[in-house]
């Protein structure tokens, strides 16, 4: 590695922990009754982070630094944010943290040494839709969608591991950059999507479809099925909007959040003017309400981050996830192998529409849905399969740089 | 290896997509900032505003020479909005209430009044440091006295009364009967809400008449520009006319005769003003309505209901053409609305834009003027506003409006009786004084009331001498 990047790597990760310092310091002394909770808080987290980039570094000196860097500095921001609107999340969010480190480690060695070309797509699939009919029988309810596990208290959203097979799934079965049955790949992705829209997680359904039309158009060029599987996600939406009355309750209230601001409107609305209070500069940390948002601290973080350090440090997060997707694209064009070029761009296409899908719904740009803002949103299950997928990233691009060397030699 | 140049190549397009996609976060995200913020951040529905205002004073409402007529008062560690000047004021002002929300110009003025709208930031930063907790006080173009004496000229009819002054558009008073004590208003709030007189409308911008013969001077206006020889007619009339069979009537005690258009407008006869109706036509009619502000929104502080000119495109035969000459039929006003006419008239055919609030001032002694007059449109030439002036004060000299003389000042007016389907006549009165230097321009309307001339009259006569004495 050379110098140059070494001290943008430092550079990088200096402002993290500066940025850190301060707002956890500030969150202490702005608390009465004075607490350190988010002091030291931050001081584990710091420490896990610099524990993780060290190690993923001794193991793997040829690691895409930058997604690591990246994801810790959006955990930050997010850690932050739940640290001045619920310091009881805040602790349990550090320590799924660090549990999403670990698997990061973990999935970047897999991915290098294990992933193998020839399982057959079936077994993907039956993965994914076993883990998406898992809570249909047997979870329980939270925020409108029944997609949760309970086992002695901890919780868990298997759609989150969904997304990786699912990945795994559309990558194998396209590898050949052929559709070898539109019929039996139409059916396997209307299963999915259907099971998930059946636990009524309309984000979900929608991410899942999206991204497997994006990655079908690219494995096989087919502009047709691409603008078919558009076509039919119209006809769809509009068949679900006149059947199913949690449907039609969303896009009401993104077309007209006014009509009914204290029933279906109430959660847009108070984004947007947590939004809107925020302006360019932000009220600054903790001088902002944001707890008047329902569910801010998994679905609306955004929002609470953007009133709080204004449009600029909104737009900063963006441009962060952007240079993410930025990453994954990158990793996906210096691989040399069918398979593992779909892997890799399925993965970032997933990250992709899931952090548009939900800044996008709480701008109201479209209507919102219930996914959470990969590594920012409080949540065990999101937090750990977002790191576990970029750890795949991360792995893939080892492979990258070994069949670049190999190729020299 | 040509599948892998592809491959790579939409990968390439879906990264494009996907620039395409943050880009409109962005976009979208800067849009908001620049044009929804504000509007947002005023809502009434922002809870924001409420936890605000636990923590600001809200600002004082002065009237244009600085008396109170809202403020914040601290009894016991709790806030509490007084009004001093009592009923008169309440469907202007409004009420601020954490129970009841906001209205009228509390509303309006909310985020002057919470100091929460002004744009520059070092300014927010200053309060901030200095630890200011109070809102801005505002000054109206208002006169209490005047305001006052309007309203009780009513007598507790229904009715509208808006002053402005014609010259700036600034509103000098602006009158809705029955009125209400804003201060009541959260214990009085199950009687008010009910009440089939409904005092919490403000009527002065959200009532619509029938505008009645007030509305000949629109259709004057139209004739003097577009019928040449019309000062030199002569129209005879038996005191009705006939049109497709529908036969429109003078008023009682109308005489049949010769008339020409200055006396035709004098004694308000209806036959006359029908007939040159008919020659001016449908379209430069609408046309001069619309110019005079008709079917469009004016610009003011507060949200105006729109005075409505039917389309004449949709006007199905003559009968209503002639209708809409003497303003019956489908044609409806607001007061502000016939106020903005006459003052046209008065202005030399200038229409200003209508404001009411003088000036902001700061907690920290910024003052923000926004008494500079603007001009809204010109809608006839000064030739043309003249002969109208004449004539309306020909009216009040000889004719139907003799109830708005003052003695020593000319006046110019124009009665109305507009036919409604509520009971008798609605009465209205707009005019202007003095008649060759205006300094004042009222609309008058009494809900049936009956004449013009006996009901609404006198109450205009009263306010612009009572505006014209204060002046001096």
């Known amino acids: 590695m050379d110098s140059r990047e070494e001290a943008i790597y430092n550079k990088a990760l200096a402002a993290m922990a500066l940025m850190g310092f301060l707002s956890f310091l500030l969150l202490s002394i702005y608390r009465k009754p004075v607490s350190l909770v988010p002091f030291y808080g931050a001081i584990t987290f710091l420490t896990i982070v610099f524990i993780g980039y060290f190690f993923t570094g001794w193991i793997f000196p040829n690691s895409d630094k930058f997604l690591f860097i990246l994801a810790g500095f959006l955990a930050e921001l997010g850690l932050i944010m739940l640290c001045r609107i619920n310091p009881e999340l805040f602790k349990r969010q550090v320590a799924f943290f660090a549990i999403g480190v670990g698997f990061f480690i973990l999935s970047s060695i897999l991915t290098k040494y294990f992933v193998r070309l020839d399982v057959a797509p079936f077994y993907f699939w039956a993965a994914t839709a076993a883990l998406l009919l898992l809570p249909l029988f047997f979870g329980v309810e939270r925020g409108g969608a029944k997609n949760w596990l309970v086992f002695n208290g901890f919780t868990f959203q298997p759609s989150e591991l969904a997304k990786i097979t699912f990945v795994f799934y559309l990558a194998s079965v396209l590898k050949e950059g052929k559709v070898n049955s539109i019929y039996r790949l139409g059916a396997g992705i209307l299963a999915v999507t259907g099971l998930l829209a059946l636990s009524k997680d309309l984000g979900g359904a929608m991410l899942f479809y999206f991204t497997a039309l994006t990655v079908i158009f690219a494995a096989t060029s087919r502009l047709d099925l691409a603008v078919g599987g558009i076509l039919s996600a119209a006809v769809g939406g509009i068949i679900s909007y006149n059947l199913f009355d949690h449907v039609r309750v969303r896009i009401e209230a993104w077309l007209n959040p006014w009509r009914d601001v204290p029933g279906r409107g109430y959660q847009i609305v108070q984004s947007l003017f947590s939004i809107a209070e925020g302006g360019y500069f932000g009220t600054g940390l903790g001088l902002g309400r944001p707890d008047f948002i329902p569910a801010v601290a998994t679905d609306f973080i955004f929002s609470a981050f953007a009133e709080e350090f204004g449009f600029l440090g909104a737009a900063a997060v963006i441009l962060m996830y952007f240079l993410l997707v930025y990453r994954g694209i990158r990793i996906a064009l210096r691989l040399n192998e069918n398979f593992l070029v779909l892997l890799a761009l399925g993965h970032t296409v997933m990250f992709g529409m899931q952090i548009f899908t939900i800044i996008g719904g709480v701008i109201k740009l479209i209507p919102v849905t219930g996914v959470t803002l990969p590594f920012m949103s409080y949540g065990g299950s999101s937090m750990v399969m977002s790191f576990t997928s970029l750890g795949i990233l991360n792995g893939l691009w080892q492979r990258a740089l070994e069949g670049e060397d190999d190729d020299e030699a | ?472």
């Open chain 2, 1 to 472: 290896m040509k599948t892998m140049t592809k491959l790579k190549r939409n990968i390439r397009l879906v990264f494009m997509l996907f620039c395409g996609l943050f880009l409109s976060l962005l976009g979208y995200l800067t849009y908001f900032q620049v044009y929804e913020r504000q509007k947002l951040i005023e809502s009434s529905y922002n809870r924001r505003l409420w936890e605000q205002e636990e923590s600001i004073t809200r600002g004082t409402i002065y009237d244009v020479k600085g008396r109170v007529l809202a403020k914040t008062v601290e009894e016991n560690g709790v806030k509490k909005r007084i009004y001093p000047e009592g009923e008169a004021f309440g469907p202007l002002l409004g009420y601020s209430s954490r129970k009841l929300g906001r209205a009228n110009l509390e509303q309006a003025l909310n985020g002057e009044l919470l100091g929460i709208s002004q744009q520059d930031p070092m300014m927010v930063l200053r309060q901030k440091v200095l630890g200011v907790s109070r809102g801005n006080d505002v000054y109206l173009t208002i006169d209490s006295e005047l305001q006052k004496k309007a309203y009780n000229l009513f007598r507790g009819r229904r009715g509208a009364l808006v002053a402005l002054d014609p010259n700036t558009g600034a509103v000098l008073a602006m009158v809705s009967s029955p009125g209400y004590d804003s201060t009541a208003v959260e214990q009085k709030w199950d009687i008010l809400s009910k009440d089939e007189e409904s005092p919490l409308i403000n009527r002065a911008v959200q009532g619509l008449y029938p505008p009645g013969s007030t509305f000949k001077i629109v259709t004057l206006a139209a004739a003097l520009e577009n019928i040449p020889d019309i000062e030199d007619k002569i129209y005879e009339t038996p005191g009705y006319v006939e049109v497709s069979g529908r036969v429109i009537r003078d008023y009682e005690g109308f005489k049949p005769g010769k008339y020409d258009v200055k006396r035709a407008l004098s004694m308000s006869s209806n036959s006359v003003f029908v007939k040159i109706g008919l020659e001016v036509g449908k379209e430069r009619l609408f046309n001069k309505a619309e110019d005079f502000g008709f079917n469009e929104e004016i610009p003011f502080e507060l949200p105006a209901a729109v005075s409505r000119f039917p389309r004449f495109s949709l006007m199905s035969d003559n009968v209503e053409l002639a209708e809409a000459s003497i303003g019956q039929g489908r044609i409806l006003a607001t007061p502000l609305q016939m106020a903005q006419v006459v003052s046209a008239v008065a202005n030399g055919g200038r229409i200003m834009q209508p404001y009411i609030v003088q000036k902001v001032v700061t907690p920290l002694g910024e003052v923000k003027d926004f008494s500079r007059p603007v001009l809204l449109k010109e809608v006839i030439d000064v030739v043309t506003a003249n002969k109208i002036r004449q004539y309306m004060v020909d009216v009040v000299e000889n004719g139907t409006g003799k109830s708005a003389r003052i003695r020593g000042i000319p006046v110019a007016g124009k009665t109305g009786s507009a036919e409604n389907p509520h009971g008798k006549p609605h009465a209205w009165f707009v005019g202007f004084a003095p008649a060759y230097d205006p300094k004042i321009a009222v609309a008058v309307v009494v809900e049936n009331a009956g004449s013009g001339g006996g009901n609404a009259g006198p109450i205009a006569r009263e306010v612009m001498l009572h505006y014209l004495k204060s002046l001096q």
